[in-house]
């Protein structure tokens, strides 16, 4: 039968990673529990797993110098779990190499959402970059990647060149948060100013363009202080 996905959790609470053990497996995942940076460590080399669930407070290991060990030598999904964790500690995290976070606590569906995101994420840049999509859709907005149109209920939106940069890179990452330096690097490039003010008065504009309720977007949301997130595209 299939080969099943393995996903290994580093937590040193053992009630959360029983929860996440059962939940995961319920769903057709081999999850190993690690309760300890080291032990965690130790699965990564040994079981070569599809994606990592890793808790940022652990006994042993700072949880950030795991995820700068792990991506020494390897560019598996590692997605955050972590209570009450701060907007730096998100930044820091996912500038050091981890693809997302989720706080604790969660439910279930949001957990198995989130993998999902990851491991598409993951088989996607493991193919040809070629290979992605031409086009992105969720809900009334579709993009249309080789001919560079936007629509909304098959309406043309008409976006400047970078608007249309930064809706792309959104989409082509969506489901997964982007940071304001990732963004801002991608868009003007490793010497632009990394004041974010460029990037939310652009924002600001595709939003009146692009949302019904430029307050309470439903396409691109903001992680205040991290980032934006595009939603997932309907499959
Ligand atoms: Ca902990």
């Known amino acids: 039968m299939n080969h099943k996905l393995t996903v290994i959790i580093i937590?040193?609470?053992?009630?959360?990673?029983?929860?996440?053990?059962?939940?995961?497996?319920?769903?057709?995942?081999?999850?190993?529990?690690?309760?300890?940076g080291k032990e965690g460590l130790s699965y990564i080399t040994s079981l070569c797993p599809d994606i990592v669930l890793l808790d940022l407070g652990l006994p042993d290991i700072d949880g950030m110098d795991i995820i700068?060990?792990?991506?020494?030598?390897?560019?598996?999904?590692?997605?955050?779990?972590?209570?009450?964790?701060?907007?730096n500690e998100k930044v820091q995290a996912l500038d050091a190499g981890a693809d997302d976070y989720i706080t604790k606590p969660f439910g279930t569906s949001e957990l198995l959402a989130r993998i999902r995101t990851a491991l598409r994420h993951s088989q996607m840049s493991a193919n040809t970059p070629k290979n992605v999509e031409a086009s992105y859709r969720s809900g009334d907005l579709t993009i249309n990647f080789e001919k560079r149109l936007v629509t909304i209920a098959d309406q043309e939106i008409h976006l400047t060149q970078i608007e249309y940069k930064l809706v792309s890179l959104l989409a082509l990452n969506a489901?997964?948060?982007?940071?304001?330096?990732f963004?801002?690097?991608?868009i003007w490039g490793p010497y632009a100013d990394s004041n974010n003010q460029i990037l939310r008065v652009n924002m600001a504009h595709i939003r009146r363009k692009m949302e019904e309720n430029p307050a309470d977007p439903k396409y691109i949301s903001t992680e205040i202080g991290v980032g934006y997130r595009m939603r997932e595209p309907d499959n």
């Open 68 to 87: 700068r060990k792990v991506r020494e030598f390897s560019s598996v999904p590692i997605l955050v779990i972590s209570a009450r964790i701060g907007e």
């Open 183 to 186: 963004i801002i690097n991608h």
């Open 11 to 36: 937590e040193d609470e053992k009630n959360i990673c029983t929860f996440i053990e059962t939940t995961l497996s319920a769903h057709d995942y081999k999850a190993v529990s690690a309760y300890s």
């Open 175 to 181: 489901g997964k948060v982007l940071t304001y330096d």
